[in-house]
């Protein structure tokens, strides 16, 4: 599961960082520590520049909205609801598999934000009785510093109730690609706290390390086995998790404090 991430990298630098050929500094975003669904981000991706006459696939940073709408839909409200798409079943669902065929993107993110029960209130609810779960909120960042890019799809959607030339006649929107929580230790495991992402959420955001970025992006790349073989988890041990406060919990809340790492839990119940 992925329902709440920071990115807050300038444009300039995740298009050096991703070698952007072509970006629009109109569509240029703020740094946001506290996305959610249907807000607009960053994504990377390849294809060709509309207008251009030419139909070689150029590496684009651009806007899109979270929040996959496929092409076949009716309405876009139902969103929303697909901002995440499991890499085991996304070349079989119907919302996903023309996608990631052909309009699969990189979303740039400094890391993404799950939260955990605390053990009390797990048992309490086992046991039947009724009371508000306290969660805590973590953090989970690559342990470099560097990138978290997550593999992406995109889609288009037309408002046919909008001439084609409306400027909101066609909504772009992207889905991010989640897989299988990794169970080993988490890079810098000290004896506490959360021993594996696992121990955080059985899901995670499909994580691309940098020598599978250009095989991602390539639109080129439409065979079912090729685009399964890209969708192999990364290897273990990059990842760090943190305890962060619950301000970032309120979709609300921004700026860099959300991401600050605490001491230690503010339920001190965890682990």
């Not at 609801?81 to 990189?106: G, M, Y």
């Not at 740039?108 to 053990?119: C, F, K, L």
């Not at 306290?134 to 995109?154: C, E, H, L, N």
């Not at 090729?226 to 700026?255: C, K, Q």
Request: net charge negative; aromatic share 8%.
């Amino acid at each position: 599961m992925c329902g709440r991430y920071a990115a807050s990298r300038k444009p300039e630098d995740l298009a050096g960082l991703f070698e952007v050929d072509k970006w629009d500094p109109t569509e240029t975003l703020a740094p946001d520590y506290n996305v959610a669904p249907t807000k607009d981000v960053p994504v990377v991706l390849d294809r060709p520049v509309r207008d251009s006459g030419s139909p070689e696939p150029v590496r684009q940073l651009r806007t899109l909205r979270w929040g996959l709408v496929p092409s076949w839909a009716k309405t876009p409200e139902g969103g929303a609801r697909l901002i995440n798409a499991r890499s085991e079943t996304v070349l079989e669902k119907p919302s996903f598999r023309r996608a990631v065929a052909a309009r699969r993107c990189i979303v740039p993110a400094d890391g993404y934000y799950e939260w955990v029960t605390a053990h009390d209130e797990r048992r309490l609810e086992e046991e039947g009785r009724r009371k508000r779960p306290r969660k805590q909120p973590y953090f989970v960042t690559p342990a470099d510093g560097s990138v978290f890019a997550m593999a992406g799809i995109y889609e288009f959607w037309r408002d046919r109730s909008l001439p084609e030339d409306h400027p909101k006649a066609w909504w772009a929107t992207c889905s991010v690609l989640t897989t299988a929580a990794e169970t080993g230790d988490l890079a810098g495991y000290a004896g506490h706290g959360p021993r594996s992402l696992a121990d955080i959420h059985p899901r995670m955001p499909l994580m691309l390390t940098p020598d599978r970025w250009d095989a991602w992006l390539d639109p080129a790349v439409t065979d079912p086995d090729s685009v399964g073989g890209l969708l192999a988890a990364p290897p273990e041990g990059l990842l760090r998790a943190y305890p962060v406060g619950t301000a970032v919990s309120d979709v609300r809340n921004n700026g860099p404090l959300l991401v600050e790492e605490l001491a230690a839990p503010e339920e001190e119940t965890l682990f």
